[in-house]
């Protein structure tokens, strides 16, 4: 202990001690394999428990990353939704003229004319207003007088009868555009948070030091609360207002202008469109009451399927009419069609605040499938509002509804509203478009094919055996067919060109139709047999509703007789029972 250092030796644990022999079992009675196996166990626990800490560990940062999303979505929520709100914006149409549509939190709707000057409406869903800027509005006489034309008052009657219904379609298309404005708002905000959590790995030093967590918060709290706090203090009108008389104790009673020239024409052009929509209103009244009279008289005549037949309800260019969407609505109910079909054009321009010609047309189908085959005067806004309202739109595929196997497509090409030309929604001809849903049908069991011009329906018919049993369109406000194309095996197809459901006559300068004016036409419905076994078309039934408010019921025109089905054409059709033009397969 006390001997030279020279002889002391370090210490090593183990060193001087004698090996164990290999097969003598120490005390406590475990070998060396079992204390392997302990230490094997042990650590097999111990890297388990490892993995559950890791687990529970990964779940708590998920979870806390999850929340902290939650977090900074809600708290951007307020600055998105209001920049959302601010930056809506959508180009449409109110009569025949080009309007934007903004939003804003101005608390009133404002109009502008242009240099004739603007109008307000107080906001029905203050704080938040619109703008509604008047395009094709110049300094012209000319065009100051065709503001309120004949014409235009006529077009602008269903914006005096229906607003709600106007602008509400209007307003839908701003709320898409609002949320997607305002998506778009919430995730620049999101990122700016995920650049505040890794401000330590982008930022230097000096800038984490001052700008810190607490104040980074105050700071987002002080412009909330500005900018919410500058969206509900109201805001003073900047030029004088001055009121519109006319529109006292009416629907625009709080209308004002800052202009007396646009006081004055506003007064005059109220005063004309309130007497033309109440001339409109009583025409399609009494035209309603005559119609459903004459109806009543002929509940008997009314088409019927036999007991081996369905019964569907075809009709074609209604362009909103609403006297004729009433009548056919009556006729559904009487008759109980199984399907109804729409060969297109079923508004006058496609225009958001047609959207109520859309909601009454919905409703005639009374439960029963809707299909439609947009036409050229219609477009993606009426598609849209028309999937809203529970119709189908045919989209080029087959569509399987009440047992039947409809295919049709909307037109490619759609009329500029209020304007003859068109433009095309997509780089295909109407032929093209036929022969595409032929190759379809082809290969596909296909019952009907709808589409709306006679072009694309020309293709269909003259196809060799034509793949459906039915083919309907419309376009040209004149009935043509029944038109029977008799296939190889002895079935056949029956086409129809339909008349115009709404009565429209073609416009004119002295005349023309409105939504809210009486059929100035034949307005022509079709009632079509199918025979339940085979699926073929055994006879058409148009009905029609004259001007003068008379209802036309015709014969039913017999177009293909089963009993005349070979044999083996009928076993493969599945089954058997009652004529126009018959022309030989091309």
């Not at 054009?345 to 809707?370: K, L, Q």
């Amino acid at each position: 202990m006390n001997g030279p250092a020279a002889d002391r030796r370090p210490l090593r644990p183990g060193a001087n001690r004698p090996k164990a022999p290999r097969n003598v079992v120490p005390e406590g009675g475990r070998g060396p394999a079992e204390s392997g196996r302990w230490r094997t166990l042990t650590s097999v626990l111990a890297r388990h428990a490892a993995l559950v800490r890791s687990r529970r560990a990964l779940l708590t940062d998920l979870g806390k990353a999850l929340l902290l999303t939650v977090l900074a979505v809600l708290a951007a929520a307020p600055l998105a939704a209001v920049w959302g709100i601010s930056h809506a914006r959508v180009d449409d149409y109110l009569g025949p003229h080009r309007v934007n549509f903004a939003s804003n939190f101005g608390g009133e709707v404002e109009v502008n004319l242009g240099p004739i000057g603007n109008a307000y409406l107080a906001s029905p869903v203050r704080p938040i207003g619109l703008t509604i800027t008047v395009g094709g509005v110049g300094a012209t006489t000319a065009n100051l007088g065709s503001i309120f034309s004949e014409q235009t008052l006529a077009a602008y009657t269903s914006l005096y009868t229906e607003p709600r219904e106007a602008i509400s379609g209007i307003v839908e298309r701003l709320a898409h555009d609002a949320v997607w404005e305002g998506l778009k708002a919430e995730a620049v905000l999101l990122l700016g948070v995920a650049t505040w959590r890794l401000r330590r790995q982008l930022l230097p030093p000096w800038i984490i030091r001052r700008v810190t967590t607490r104040r980074a918060v105050a700071i987002y709290v002080v412009v909330v609360a500005l900018v919410i706090g500058s969206i509900l203090v109201p805001q003073k009108p900047k030029d004088p207002r001055y009121p519109v008389l006319i529109a006292d104790g009416g629907r625009f009673s709080s209308l004002t202008v800052d202009s007396v020239l646009l006081a004055d024409v506003l007064d005059r052009g109220i005063k004309g469109v309130k007497l033309l929509s109440a001339r409109q209103q009583q025409a399609v009244k009494n035209y309603v009451d005559t119609a459903a009279v004459s109806m009543s008289e002929q509940l008997d005549a009314l088409p019927k399927p036999n007991s081996d037949e369905s019964m569907i309800l075809g009709f074609s260019d209604l362009h909103c009419n609403q006297a004729m969407t009433e009548l056919i609505s009556r006729l559904a109910r009487a008759t109980e069609p199984s399907v109804m079909l729409s060969s297109g054009d079923d508004t006058v321009n496609g225009t958001a605040a047609e959207r109520g010609c859309i909601r009454r047309e919905a409703a005639i189908s009374t439960g029963v499938p809707f299909l439609v085959a947009t036409g050229n005067h219609d477009s993606n806004i009426t598609e849209a509002q028309m999937r809203a309202a529970g119709v189908t739109v045919l989209d080029g595929q087959v569509d399987e509804r009440a047992g039947l196997s409809v295919l049709g497509d909307d037109d490619p090409e759609h009329n500029i509203p209020f304007s003859v030309e068109r433009t095309k929604d997509r780089p295909e001809t109407e032929e093209q478009m036929a022969q595409r849903l032929v190759d379809l049908a082809g290969n596909k069991h296909t019952d009907v094919l709808l589409v709306h011009q006679p072009a694309a329906a020309r293709v269909i018919m003259d196809a060799s055996n034509p793949p459906a049993s039915l083919v309907l369109w419309g376009h040209y406000h004149a009935q043509s067919g029944p038109r029977v194309i008799m296939h190889e095996d002895g079935s056949w197809t029956v086409g129809m060109q339909e008349g115009t459901a709404g009565g429209v006559r073609e416009p004119t300068f002295t005349s023309f139709s409105t939504p809210f004016s009486p059929p100035l036409i034949s307005a022509d419905v079709y009632f079509y047999f199918r025979d339940k076994a085979t699926g073929l078309i055994t006879g058409v039934q148009p009905v029609h509703f004259l001007p003068n408010a008379k209802l036309v019921i015709d014969d039913r025109i017999a177009t293909g007789d089963l009993g005349k089905l070979p044999l083996e054409t009928r076993i493969r059709l599945g089954g058997a029972s009652a004529t126009a033009t018959v022309e030989p397969s091309r």
